[in-house]
């Protein structure tokens, strides 16, 4: 296992604290699932530019990950010419869009 600190976007993180109220799943496991499962689906090119003003606030979370997930964050991020937590963010709001957007009431 390994660590990384992110700055998730405040509205991100606001609807991660809700999610995570109303289904009893972490907010740091709520993070890993959208990771894997956007980074392994390769469907992380499209709609970047909606999660990367670089003046919006945001919140520091250290997030434990198993280190091959972190390597393909590292290498998936390099090879699209972004950052790391660009890419954490839009793998975040991907995953609200496409699954958890049913959960806020």
Known sequence: ???ITARIFIP?????E?????????KSSLILYALNDTLRKNEIIEGLECVTDKNEENVR???????????LLEKIAK???I???TLVNHCIH???VLH??????
């Open 1 to 3: 296992m390994t660590t």
């Open 12 to 16: 991100l993180n606001e609807t991660l």
């Open 18 to 26: 809700k999610i995570s109220f109303q289904t009893g799943i972490p």
């Open 61 to 71: 979370f250290t997030l434990r990950m198993p280190e091959h997930l972190k390597l």
């Open 79 to 81: 090879d699209n010419d």
């Open 83 to 85: 950052s790391v937590n």
């Open 94 to 96: 991907l995953f609200y």
């Open 100 to 105: 958890w957007s049913s959960y806020i009431r």
